[in-house]
């Protein structure tokens, strides 16, 4: 009995939580891989357009609340997302035509282009403060649960409960969607081939006719809905503040550098290895141990190797050590 409340113990409180946190990592990192493979630059301001599609998507689910309409069970956040997505990508088509465009036609160095991606990461940041305000806002309705500990613990008789949100449950199932759509488009389609074979080659994709501005648009907007379900996804499992989405890049980054940069399947990868060490390192292994442990041998601690205020130390430690030992990551990267 006490391994099975060890199981659910664990399964509550890393198991489950690292799974949503990766699969959010996940979908940030495909963003990410898919410019530098395609587009050639590393974005520093992904993480501020996953706060601006989750900002758009926020406004209208307010809208949406404030007017009674609701999915029920399900977040309205869902019914206002296709909206967000479209928001975040006229901002991409956008900032691309207005900065990035002047770049590639000067064939410009890949060092101006993420000097630019800084300048633009810090004006969509400033953008989002002003128009949603700097503090959290909460956005998530519905049920809050697919199953509560109270009614786990009714059903097993365990001392230990377990709890599986519905913005988890909804995260596994959109990230595998999400997903599987992604590698189709990219395996299946012409358009999805054209991009594969701009990023193998650009040269030779040029003189077999493949429209460069058409794929970089493509990419954009590829780009800007994974940015946005990402971003809401982070911000109905979590809450939404402005901040926070600057501080993911990191983790976000680390994410596709570990599975290797430019390789969506490493991507996603990376965002799982990221998470689960993440979650595992801060997490207090005090309750586990104790079912696990004889009473003699019980940790009197938290059993917690770092605080939770240095979570993304962690990511930042592997994403050193992955450079200095294997800088193509676990897959090789630089390859769509």
């Known amino acids: 009995m006490d391994i099975l409340n060890a199981i659910v113990a664990l399964s509550n409180y890393v198991l489950i939580p690292a799974a949503a946190y990766g699969s959010q990592l996940a979908l940030g990192a495909l963003g990410v891989t898919l410019i530098y493979g395609i587009l050639r630059f590393s974005n520093f301001a992904h993480g501020d357009t996953m706060a601006f599609g989750a900002m758009v998507t926020i406004l209208l689910t307010w809208w949406f609340q404030s007017m009674g309409i609701n999915l029920g ?32 036609r ?29 503090g959290d ?30 913005s988890q449950g909804i995260t596994l199932i959109t990230a595998v969607v999400v997903v599987a759509a992604l590698f189709w488009f990219l395996n299946r389609t ?23 501005e058409r794929v970089v648009m493509i990419t954009w907007l590829i780009v800007a809905a994974l940015a ?47 998470a689960f060490s993440e979650v595992m390192v801060t997490y207090a292994w005090k309750k586990v141990l104790g079912y696990l442990l004889p009473d003699s041998l019980a940790p009197d601690g938290l059993v ?12 930042f430690a592997i994403l050193v050590v992955v450079l200095l030992f294997k800088p193509t990551g676990l897959f090789k990267g630089k390859a769509v």
């Open 304 to 315: 917690q190797l770092l605080s939770t205020d240095y979570k993304f130390a962690v990511s």
């Open 106 to 134: 000067v064939k410009a160095k890949p060092i101006v282009f993420v000097m630019a991606s800084i300048g633009v990461m810090f004006i969509m940041n400033g953008i989002v403060r002003f128009v949603v305000g700097p």
């Open 228 to 274: 946005t379900i990402a971003g809401v996804l982070y911000g109905l499992d979590k809450s939404f503040k402005p901040f926070t989405y600057f501080q993911l890049l990191l983790p976000i980054f680390a994410s596709a550098i570990v599975g290797g940069l430019g390789n969506p399947l490493g991507a996603i990868a990376g965002g799982f290895v990221i």
């Open 190 to 212: 012409r358009t999805g081939k054209s991009m594969r074979a701009f990023s193998d080659n650009e040269d030779l994709a040029l003189l077999s006719g493949i429209n460069p």
């Open 73 to 104: 069970p399900l977040p309205t956040a869902l019914l206002a997302l296709p909206f967000g997505i479209l928001g975040a990508a006229a901002l991409m088509l956008a900032t691309d035509r207005v900065v990035y465009r002047f770049y590639r």
């Open 137 to 166: 806002q909460r956005f998530a309705d519905g049920a809050r649960f697919i199953i509560s500990a109270r009614d786990f613990k009714e059903w097993t008789g365990l001392s230990e409960g377990l709890a599986i949100r519905t």
